[in-house]
């Protein structure tokens, strides 16, 4: 096995430990890597935009996961004056895990 795919595995044990570590399933781990990447691409994310996206889950589970990051303090509902419009943002907990699966890259 060459030192690429050993790290690439090594990566993927570090990501079952923390996700492990915050309770996450497999959809709460797509949410937060969704948020993430729209975040670093400077683009904030709404429940709607969140439950449009059919290809990780149904609606229903992605409201269910949105609950469940919530309720744990990894996200947080971002009010606008339109009471209808909520944006999503990653917690400072939230950023806790993405940084301890960052440091297997430093």
Known sequence: MNETI???????????VVNNKYSLDPNETKLLAELG?????????RVSDILAMRE???????????????TRGLIVHIPQTDSRIKFVEITPLGWKRFTELAVHFV
């Open 56 to 70: 990780i889950a149904s609606p229903a589970t992605l409201h269910a996961a949105l609950k469940r990051l919530l």
């Open 6 to 16: 050993r790290a690439y595995i090594n990566y993927l044990k570090l990501e079952k």
């Open 37 to 45: 990447i729209a975040f670093e691409e400077e683009r904030p994310l």
